[in-house]
């Protein structure tokens, strides 16, 4: 089926190309026509006409309802969303972003998070931050993309990377999670910054849900033997560190790019000093950019996007492995359950075209994507690219705010036996 859709997707990214091309070489006879092209957002199509519109605003509040059923949680309601704004002057700052989130749920559980990227005044510092407190129920499948075999697990729909039916093939497992994690990068030239930063996760009140050691043969989990042989209480883990960070953005925007570069490495080391049940040490980097295919519409373009997480040194708790869809903002792995691959180390890239539906006032658009991921299992021999999950998938995009260029969006991924719908504010990547 992947492989059905990826023919589809690739032929109509061909021709639609093709034909922004094309509408880029309008005659001077179009030029009036094309004057009045120009973006626009639902605010536009409720302002009363006869009355000018307003001048931009520095800050965009975008909230959502989240609302919805998975048999780990229950019944879900809560909202979340995004802030977009300037912390200085629009001309000589770049724009900050913050999203949020609040859930409870019918089974007693309550997730929440703050997830912060912000340029101070005139771009001398940018500041990440990644806050959760989570009181939850998840399942996990191992570790390594072939574990277990996904055919074992015959996905339904997803809602926002959470089952709608009993995850077949998984390890459900129960826990309360903290994570602090805050940089703060310098900017050194241009677009290059260097800074440091503090990085807790500390899971406790684990419980293994199907774990059982009363029973002949033992009803092990992943989690479990991983702790065992690695000394890690299965408990309860505490992963404390600090980080070396160094950041390049020419991004024009970080909430929805038109053009520019991302890259991102950090370094975490994690020392029992400070708190650590084991040393350890971590390297992430990160790479984003976004090709335009259009000068005279920049929202016509391909976006691409690859991170990967390496454990470099010691070990760390079963938790605390990368996993799809743990990136800082959520948004990885489209098309599967969320931690549906685990490993030691992890590699995911995403490619993605961008193109406005709306071809005059643009304020609808649209989106087809791939993505694909990779993880290991040291204790297995597994190692990265032996085995790869892709998906594919497609969305629409809704203007809320040409300002700032916020989104409404809704997402449909295909994954190897499972599709998951998403829906959020502000790009992806």
């Not at 700052?93 to 340029?119: M, R």
């Amino acid at each position: 089926m992947i492989r059905t859709y990826l023919i589809f997707l690739i032929i109509f990214c061909y021709n639609y190309a093709v034909y922004c091309q094309n509408n880029d070489t309008l005659s001077d006879d179009n030029n009036e026509k094309s004057k009045i092209c120009v973006q626009k957002d639902v605010r536009d199509l409720l302002r009363n006409k006869n009355k000018p519109p307003k001048p931009p605003k520095k800050n965009s509040l975008l909230v959502l309802p989240n609302i919805g059923s998975n048999p780990s949680t229950g019944f879900l309601i809560g909202v979340g969303g995004s802030v977009a704004g300037y912390f200085g002057s629009s001309k000589e700052t770049k724009i900050s972003l913050a999203g949020f989130s609040v859930l409870v749920t019918s089974k007693n559980q309550f997730i929440s998070f703050l997830k912060t990227n912000i340029y101070t005044k005139e771009n001398l510092f940018f500041l990440q931050g990644d806050l959760r407190y989570y009181h939850y129920q998840a399942p996990t499948f191992g570790l390594g993309t072939n574990s277990p075999d996904s055919k074992e697990y015959m996905g339904g729909w997803l809602w926002q990377g959470a089952d709608t039916k009993d995850t077949e093939g998984s390890y459900p497992m129960i826990y309360d999670y903290f994570k602090f994690h805050q940089t703060v990068n310098r900017n050194i030239v241009g677009d290059l910054y260097a800074g440091i930063g503090y990085m807790l996760d500390y899971y406790w009140n684990i419980e293994d849900a199907i774990l059982n050691l009363d029973t002949i043969p033992l009803q092990l989990t992943p989690h479990f033997g991983y702790s065992a042989i690695n000394g890690f209480d299965a408990k309860k883990y505490v992963l404390s560190g600090f980080s070396i960070n160094f950041i390049f953005d020419s991004r024009d925007n970080q909430v929805n790019p038109y053009k520019g570069y991302f890259a991102n490495i950090n370094y975490r080391i994690n020392q029992t000093w400070l708190g650590s049940d084991q040393n350890s040490s971590t390297l992430w980097a990160e790479f984003r950019t976004y090709i335009g295919l259009s000068k005279k519409t920049p929202r016509h373009l391909i976006a691409f996007w690859v991170f990967g997480d390496f454990q470099i040194t010691g070990k760390r708790p079963y938790l605390t492995l990368m996993a799809l869809g743990e990136d800082q903002r959520s948004r990885s792995g489209r098309g599967y359950i969320g931690g549906r691959f685990r490993g030691e180390d992890y590699i995911y890239g995403e490619v993605e075209y961008r193109f406005p539906i709306t071809q005059c006032s643009k304020l609808i658009g649209g989106v087809i994507f791939i993505n694909a991921n990779t993880a290991s299992n040291r204790e297995s021999n597994v190692h990265l690219f032996e085995s790869i999950r892709p998906a594919v998938g497609f969305g629409f995009r809704f203007m809320v705010n040409k300002y700032a260029r916020l989104n409404i969006n809704l997402d449909f991924g295909f994954g190897f036996e499972s599709q998951g719908f998403y829906f959020s504010g502000t790009e992806t990547f």
